[in-house]
């Protein structure tokens, strides 16, 4: 299969060469840059991507106007971020891959890296996003902080061969930065649910849907429903404990911790959220 690649970027110079050095392979790569004052444009020009401008309003929005503005060569579309890595491996996959009819969208598995090293239990391997889609039938979603597809689910099936994903890239402390924003909105969504503002999507069923996508959307609404106060604790038990996060050593206790405080800057912010609605 032949693909065309769509990136998000946002001051991304220290990511951006990376990401790009593994696509070498690819004759059409598009930047959709969120207004960039680094370096992160003249290092994608200078590897040939085209580069699209849009002010930032959430992920799906902008890989939607990727979509439609992108003019791509190709009818498929790898989507990616700025510190994401296609192997060699990965490669080679995508380039037996034969779409068959009704297929439109695929779930694609990524490898969580924290300084270098793969995070094989306490990222949760294997943890799937829907990555690659027809340039005219894949459309995302909003759903709390992150995007989701909007495509019919019997419409989608898995790709097996994982990407590289550097969360980490800026350090540690711009992680924790980024997710009081990514909190805030993860709460919004969490308020909603409680009060029956939102469309429980997770329950959607589908055929070629992966059983591990199912189940973290099924947890993803239980966990809904737990006590606000509890959440960290939950998530901390849940990857530490049940998913073996301690077989990563030093690093998966650290990134356990890591997510367990994520969980609670989400249960505060929608603790207050509620306050105010009630």
């Not at 290092?43 to 699209?52: D, F, Q």
Request: include cysteine; hydrophobic fraction near 45%.
């Amino acid at each position: 299969m032949n693909v065309s690649i769509l990136i998000l970027t946002y001051n991304e110079e220290v990511n951006i060469a990376r990401c790009l050095n593994s696509l070498v392979w690819c004759d059409d790569i598009v930047v959709v840059d969120s207004g960039s004052t680094d370096q992160t444009i003249s290092i994608a020009e200078r590897a040939g991507a085209r580069i699209l401008r849009r002010k930032f309003d959430d992920f799906a929005g902008q890989r939607n106007f990727g979509l439609e503005h992108g003019k791509f060569k190709h009818e498929w579309v790898l989507h990616l971020d700025a510190d994401e890595v296609v192997t060699p491996a990965f490669q080679a996959a995508l380039n037996d891959l034969v779409p068959p009819n009704g297929i439109d969208a695929y779930f694609v598995p990524s490898k969580t890296m924290l300084f270098d090293t793969w995070l094989k239990h306490a990222g949760m391997w294997p943890t799937y996003q829907v990555r690659l889609g027809h340039r005219d039938r894949l459309r995302f979603i909003q759903v709390g902080h992150g995007q989701r597809e909007d495509v019919p689910l019997e419409k989608t099936a898995k790709f097996d061969e994982p990407y590289l994903h550097y969360s980490f890239s800026h350090g540690l402390k711009l992680w924790l930065q980024k997710h009081i924003r990514y909190a805030d909105d993860e709460a919004a969504e969490l308020v909603n649910a409680r009060l029956g503002m939102a469309k429980e999507i997770a329950n959607q069923e589908g055929p070629t849907l992966d059983r591990d996508v199912k189940m973290r959307r099924r947890m993803k609404l239980a966990a809904n429903r737990l006590p606000l106060m509890l959440r960290p604790i939950a998530r901390f038990f849940y990857v530490f404990v049940l998913r073996r996060g301690f077989l990563d050593g030093p690093l998966g206790l650290l990134y356990s911790f890591m997510l367990a405080i994520y969980e609670g800057m989400i249960a505060i912010l929608a603790y207050e959220k509620l306050r105010q609605k009630t």
